[in-house]
């Protein structure tokens, strides 16, 4: 059973963010890198205690890529010191895996591609970026490609939107799962796309690819958004890893934890995914470290 976490090296996800009434002050993207390195230990640290045994890393712009440097912001770690923390991370027990988040809403790692979008020009670097992710993972088991948001509402407060529709999506989303298989890991994806396009998911949806629906409330009912959805892609027959969080409430950890061990058949339960959603900096300890104190209790309780 799978226990990770996700912690970011790179947090510029929401592009060029412009409204001030925003609840983070991490939305806005930054070019230089927002990472503490003692936080960093601590919080693995804390992890291996609690009982995870994975750690989902958001690498983004956060790595000079050999095929790509022009992406990297200022202080972005060199490609021998992320695969040597790979390496680290292994011996420590805690399997690493990679997210690259390609949907249009969180892609501002991408530079000057986030704006070349269903181009040669992207693909061929998102080709480039997922093969040298890869070996630099030693090729992980799972590679996370993020897809989620992909729609207007999520991008309101965006000066440059883009927001790819109907059948350019599954191109696209088909050509990166291809790309992430090439290289032998197995796509993971975030399954919000189903809530909005339930017909065209169920039809098109391959079953290799493994689901991460998510819900960060404390109330859990078939009826609210996003909960359902774990048990329709139970229906489905989906590999699911759910995502728990203290988004809203630390009650969510242990809440979806419960309701996915009730509603989704023990084989299709591959493990569940905590995502705090927050930089990793000083002044986000407290968050982070009550994320894992919740999961480790949940995790306690599951053993």
């Known amino acids: 059973m799978i226990f990770a976490n996700l912690l970011h090296l790179s947090y510029n996800m929401w592009s060029d963010w412009q409204n001030p009434k ?85 892609d501002h790692w991408l530079g000057p591609y986030a704006r070349m979008v269903a181009t040669p020009r992207y693909y061929e670097v998102a080709k480039n970026l997922i093969a040298e992710t890869i070996d630099l993972f030693d090729k992980p088991r799972f590679f996370h490609l993020g897809m989620d948001e992909e729609n207007e509402r999520n991008q309101r407060h965006f000066e440059y939107a883009v927001i790819r529709q109907h059948d350019l999506w599954w191109r696209d989303f088909n050509f990166l799962v291809n790309q992430v298989e090439q290289g032998g890991s197995r796509a993971w994806i975030w399954s919000d796309h189903v809530w909005h396009h339930a017909d065209a998911f169920w039809a098109k949806m391959p079953q290799k690819v493994l689901q991460s629906n998510w819900y960060y409330g404390g109330k859990f009912s078939d009826d609210i958004k996003g909960v359902g959805t774990y048990r329709d892609l139970n229906d489905h027959d989906f590999d699911q890893i759910p995502t728990l969080s203290n988004w809203t409430t630390p009650t969510n950890i242990a809440g979806t934890i419960d309701y996915c061990r009730k509603h989704i ?39």
């Open 265 to 303: 058949k023990p084989d299709r339960l591959t493990g569940f995914l905590l995502a705090p959603w927050r930089p990793t900096l000083p002044e986000t300890r407290a968050k982070h470290m009550e994320a894992i104190e919740h999961f480790a209790k949940a995790i306690e309780k599951e053993n």
């Open 22 to 106: 925003v609840a983070s002050p991490y939305y806005a993207a930054r070019p230089y890198l927002r990472f503490d390195e003692t936080l960093w230990s601590d919080l693995l640290t804390a992890m291996k205690k609690g009982g995870l045994n994975m750690v989902v890393i958001d690498v983004g712009d956060g790595v000079r890529f050999e095929s790509h440097p022009e992406i990297a912001v200022d202080g972005a770690w060199s490609c021998e010191r992320l695969h040597t923390e790979v390496k680290r991370l292994r011996e420590m027990g805690l399997e690493a895996i990679p997210k690259l988040n390609f949907s249009t809403c969180h």
